[in-house]
């Protein structure tokens, strides 16, 4: 038997939680709307959550999504999507982009650590297999 939320609504949960992505929270959005209307003049705009991109364990990137669209390809009898296609559009974002007080400004610097030590390990192989093939002649 499937997912009973996946039967009654469809891929609808995990869409509206790929487009929650670019939102803020609707209870900061009120609550600043409720703080312009008495006259604060300073307004603090939300600060996006911080959004990760994982492709594997040596590869967790902040990232900030620039572009998103939906496209529903299919409908059950309720018209819930179950089926659809989504493009992200997605910048990573670096320490440079980030307070170093964010969790995604270490993330980035650990994944640079990361490439670093990969290009460094590549360079040390390419060398080794370098001396020995000179070896061989």
Known sequence: MGNPLAIASGVYPTL?????????KSL???ANTILAQIGNLE????EASLTLF???????????????SITEEAYDTLLNPTRAKVDLTLNV??????????PGYTL????????????????????INVSVSLKIF
Request: no cysteine; glycine share 4%; hydrophobic share 50%.
């Open 43 to 46: 307004i603090i705009p939300p």
């Open 28 to 30: 900061t959005v009120i």
């Open 93 to 102: 974002l670096s320490y440079a982009d980030l307070k170093i007080t964010n």
């Open 16 to 24: 509206a939680a790929l487009e929650m992505l670019l939102y803020p």
């Open 108 to 127: 980035f610097l650990a994944h640079q650590i990361a490439k670093e030590i990969m290009t460094t390990t590549k360079v040390v192989n390419s060398a």
């Open 54 to 68: 994982i492709w594997g364990p040596l590869r967790v990137l902040p990232v900030r999504v620039t572009g998103f």
